[in-house]
């Protein structure tokens, strides 16, 4: 079993930055795949970005250049760096952990750009 916690959500003008925190615990083994997802309303879920444990990333190209990605193994916990915020990245962000293709899912913690 694996629990995953996420932090840092929040409200935020355009332009501004904010960073997501999540942390997973439980059975973990040494390869999996950490990443983050998001969902406005009236959408569907789609990945924002993602890492491996050997450190390769993928990003979506709305978020490309603006957001960050990075993971620390040793703690089992991945960060995203957000900056240049928009209106349009407002939704709810959820952490994913991706291990022997099952998938475990953070509770979710909202971001709101707005002014």
């Known amino acids: 079993q694996v629990r995953i916690v996420e932090s840092g959500g929040g409200l935020v003008q355009p332009g501004g930055s904010l960073r997501l925190s999540c942390t997973a615990s439980?059975?973990?083994?040494?390869?999996?795949?950490m990443g983050w997802y998001r969902q406005a309303p009236g959408k569907q879920r789609d990945l924002v970005a993602s890492t491996t444990s050997g450190g390769s990333t993928t990003y979506a190209d709305s978020v490309k250049g603006r957001f960050t990605i990075s993971r620390d193994n040793a703690k089992n916990t991945v960060y995203l760096q957000m900056n240049s915020l928009q209106s349009e990245d407002t939704a709810v962000y959820y952490c994913?952990?991706?291990?022997?293709?099952?998938?475990?899912w953070g509770q979710g913690t909202q971001v709101t750009v707005s002014s």
């Open positions: 994913n952990v991706k291990m022997f293709s099952r998938n475990y």
């Open positions: 439980g059975n973990m083994f040494s390869n999996y795949v």
